[in-house]
C-alpha cells in the first residue's frame, strides 16, 4: 500500500524513453541521468505525467494489476533522480545542469553526421590507402617514419601538435555525433587506471537507435583511421623523399598510435561501448567488477561484510548478459593486473628516478642549464601526476 507520507501531486520535468527488450530506457536528457525500468515503472511515469495524483496512480495500478505497489517510494526514487521538477505545486531544488560545450551547435546543424554515406565514404578512404601502402615501397611505415626529420624538437613538436590536434577531433567526433541525436554531451578529463585521458559523456545516447549509437560510440576512431588514409593518399600524390612526404607519412602513423589503446575494453574505451552495446549488456563494466570480487571473495575465504550479499551477482541477470559479463570479466582482471603490473615494474620507476634526480639537481644547482632542465621536469611530470591525482578525485566525488 502507498505510504501516506512523500508528495501527492508531481510534475515531471521532460523525460525521453525507449523500448529495450522487456524494459524501458528512461531518463533527463539535460542532466544525463537515465534507468532501465520495468514495464510497471514507466506505466507509472506515463499516468503521473497525464496529471494523475499519486494516490490516483496507485489506484488505477491496482485496477490494472490486481497488486498493491509502492508509488510514493518510486516517486521519492525519481526526485533521487532529478526527474521531478515539482512536488505538490512547490519545485524541487536541484543544482542547474551544465551547459554543454558548443551549445549553439543544434541537432539539426550535425545531422549529416549520422548519414550512411559517411562510414561508407571513411571506409572506402582507409581501403585505398592500405592498397597503396601494399603496392608501394615508399609508402612503408615503421619507426623510421616518425623521425622525419634530424632535428629532434621539430619531430616532437609535429607529434606533439598533431596529436593533441587528433585528439581533439576524435573527442568533438564524439560530441558531434551524439548531439546529431539530441543528446548535450560534455568533454571533460579522466582517469583510466594510470592514464589520464580527454573522454566525452555522451549520456543519453542509450535512448537512440543502434545504428546511431554504434556511430557515436566509433565516430573517434573513424576520424582517426580518416586522418590516416588522407594522409597515405597524400603521400602517394607528392614526390618520394621529399619533405612532404616525409611529413604526411608521419602524421598517418602518428593518427594509429591512439588506437591500440581502443582495444583496451578492460578500461572502458571506445570499442568497451561497442562491446557492451552488442552484448545487450547495461553496465558491462560494473557487472564485471562486481562478479571479479565476489569470485576473489570466494577464492580467499572471506566472509561478506554485514549487510552485503553473498551470492553470485551475475546470477541475477538475463542469461545472455550472464555469459557475457562472466567472460568480460577475465578480460578485466587480466587486462587490469597486466597494467597495474607494468606501472610498478616501469613507469613508477622511471618517474621517481626522474624526480628525485630533478629533485637533487635543483638543490645542487651546479649550472643554470642543469637547474633548468630539472625545474622542466618537476613542472611537467610532476604536474603530470598532480593533474592525474585531481581529475580521480574530482571524479570519485561525482559518482
Same mark, same amino acid.
Given at each position: 500500500?502507498? @505510504?501516506?507520507?512523500?508528495?501527492?501531486?508531481?510534475?515531471?520535468?521532460?523525460?525521453?524513453?525507449?523500448?529495450?527488450?522487456?524494459?524501458?530506457?528512461?531518463?533527463?536528457?539535460?542532466?544525463?541521468?537515465?534507468?532501465?525500468?520495468?514495464?510497471?515503472?514507466?506505466?507509472?511515469?506515463?499516468?503521473?505525467?497525464?496529471?494523475?495524483?499519486?494516490?490516483?496512480?496507485?489506484?488505477?495500478?491496482?485496477?490494472?494489476?490486481?497488486?498493491?505497489? @509502492?508509488? +510514493?517510494?518510486?516517486?521519492?526514487?525519481?526526485?533521487?533522480?532529478?526527474?521531478?521538477?515539482?512536488?505538490?505545486?512547490?519545485?524541487?531544488?536541484?543544482?542547474?545542469?551544465?551547459?554543454?560545450?558548443?551549445?549553439?551547435?543544434?541537432?539539426? =546543424?550535425?545531422?549529416?553526421?549520422?548519414?550512411?554515406?559517411?562510414?561508407?565514404?571513411?571506409?572506402?578512404?582507409?581501403?585505398?590507402?592500405?592498397?597503396?601502402?601494399? =603496392?608501394?615501397?615508399?609508402?612503408?611505415?615503421?619507426? +623510421?617514419?616518425?623521425?622525419?626529420?634530424?632535428?629532434?624538437?621539430?619531430?616532437?613538436?609535429?607529434?606533439?601538435?598533431? !596529436?593533441?590536434?587528433?585528439?581533439?577531433?576524435?573527442?568533438?567526433?564524439?560530441?558531434?555525433?551524439?548531439?546529431?541525436?539530441?543528446?548535450?554531451?560534455?568533454?571533460?578529463?579522466?582517469?583510466?587506471?594510470?592514464?589520464?585521458?580527454?573522454?566525452?559523456?555522451?549520456?543519453?545516447?542509450?535512448?537512440?537507435?543502434?545504428?546511431?549509437?554504434?556511430?557515436?560510440?566509433?565516430?573517434?576512431?573513424?576520424?582517426?583511421?580518416?586522418?590516416?588514409?588522407?594522409?597515405?593518399?597524400?603521400?602517394?600524390?607528392?614526390?618520394?623523399?621529399?619533405?612532404?612526404?616525409?611529413?604526411?607519412?608521419?602524421?598517418?602513423?602518428?593518427?594509429?598510435?591512439?588506437?591500440?589503446?581502443?582495444?583496451?575494453?578492460?578500461?572502458?574505451?571506445?570499442?568497451?561501448?561497442?562491446?557492451?552495446?552488442?552484448?545487450?549488456?547495461?553496465?558491462?563494466?560494473?557487472?564485471?567488477?562486481?562478479?571479479?570480487?565476489?569470485?576473489?571473495?570466494?577464492?580467499?575465504?572471506?566472509?561478506?561484510?554485514? !549487510?552485503?550479499?553473498?551470492? @553470485?551477482?551475475?546470477?541475477?541477470?538475463?542469461?545472455?548478459?550472464?555469459?557475457?559479463?562472466?567472460?568480460?570479466?577475465?578480460?578485466?582482471?587480466?587486462?587490469?593486473?597486466?597494467?597495474?603490473?607494468?606501472?610498478?615494474?616501469?613507469?613508477?620507476?622511471?618517474?621517481?628516478?626522474?624526480?628525485?634526480?630533478?629533485?637533487?639537481?635543483?638543490?645542487?644547482?651546479?649550472?643554470?642549464?642543469?637547474?633548468? @632542465?630539472?625545474?622542466?621536469?618537476?613542472?611537467?611530470?610532476? !604536474?603530470?601526476?598532480?593533474?592525474?591525482?585531481?581529475?580521480?578525485?574530482?571524479?570519485?566525488?561525482?559518482?
Amino acid at each position: 500500500m502507498d @505510504d501516506p507520507t512523500g508528495p501527492t501531486t508531481v510534475r515531471l520535468h521532460p523525460l525521453a524513453c525507449r523500448s529495450d527488450r522487456d524494459e524501458w530506457i528512461v531518463g533527463r536528457m539535460a542532466t544525463g541521468q537515465f534507468v532501465a525500468l520495468p514495464e510497471v515503472g514507466k506505466r507509472v511515469i506515463d499516468l503521473l505525467q497525464e496529471g494523475l495524483s499519486v494516490p490516483d496512480v496507485g489506484v488505477r495500478l491496482r485496477q490494472e494489476t490486481g497488486e498493491d505497489l @509502492d508509488v +510514493r517510494e518510486f516517486v521519492t526514487a525519481l526526485m533521487d533522480l532529478e526527474f521531478v521538477a515539482e512536488a505538490d505545486g512547490l519545485p524541487v531544488p536541484a543544482a542547474p545542469p551544465e551547459p554543454p560545450p558548443l551549445s549553439r551547435v543544434r541537432p539539426r =546543424h550535425v545531422r549529416w553526421t549520422l548519414h550512411p554515406a559517411l562510414p561508407v565514404t571513411a571506409a572506402v578512404l582507409v581501403a585505398a590507402a592500405l592498397v597503396l601502402l601494399g =603496392h608501394r615501397r615508399d609508402l612503408s611505415l615503421d619507426f +623510421r617514419t616518425l623521425l622525419w626529420s634530424s632535428h629532434g624538437s621539430l619531430v616532437i613538436a609535429l607529434h606533439a601538435s598533431a !596529436g593533441w590536434a587528433l585528439l581533439l577531433l576524435h573527442e568533438t567526433a564524439h560530441l558531434l555525433t551524439a548531439r546529431a541525436t539530441g543528446v548535450p554531451g560534455h568533454i571533460g578529463l579522466g582517469t583510466r587506471l594510470q592514464f589520464l585521458v580527454l573522454q566525452t559523456d555522451i549520456s543519453g545516447i542509450e535512448l537512440a537507435p543502434r545504428r546511431h549509437r554504434l556511430t557515436a560510440y566509433l565516430a573517434g576512431i573513424a576520424v582517426n583511421l580518416t586522418a590516416f588514409a588522407l594522409a597515405v593518399l597524400g603521400a602517394a600524390a607528392v614526390q618520394p623523399g621529399t619533405l612532404p612526404h616525409r611529413v604526411l607519412l608521419a602524421l598517418a602513423l602518428t593518427a594509429l598510435l591512439p588506437l591500440p589503446f581502443q582495444l583496451m575494453v578492460f578500461m572502458r574505451t571506445d570499442l568497451y561501448f561497442v562491446l557492451q552495446d552488442l552484448t545487450g549488456c547495461r553496465d558491462l563494466y560494473g557487472d564485471g567488477v562486481a562478479y571479479a570480487a565476489y569470485l576473489g571473495r570466494r577464492l580467499l575465504r572471506r566472509p561478506p561484510r554485514p !549487510g552485503s550479499p553473498d551470492g @553470485d551477482p551475475s546470477a541475477l541477470l538475463p542469461r545472455h548478459e550472464r555469459r557475457a559479463v562472466r567472460i568480460y570479466t577475465v578480460v578485466l582482471v587480466v587486462g587490469t593486473a597486466a597494467c597495474l603490473a607494468f606501472l610498478a615494474a616501469i613507469t613508477l620507476p622511471a618517474d621517481l628516478t626522474l624526480l628525485s634526480g630533478a629533485a637533487s639537481g635543483l638543490v645542487s644547482g651546479h649550472s643554470a642549464a642543469a637547474t633548468l @632542465d630539472a625545474a622542466a621536469v618537476l613542472v611537467f611530470l610532476g !604536474g603530470l601526476h598532480i593533474l592525474w591525482a585531481v581529475t580521480w578525485l574530482r571524479n570519485r566525488r561525482r559518482k
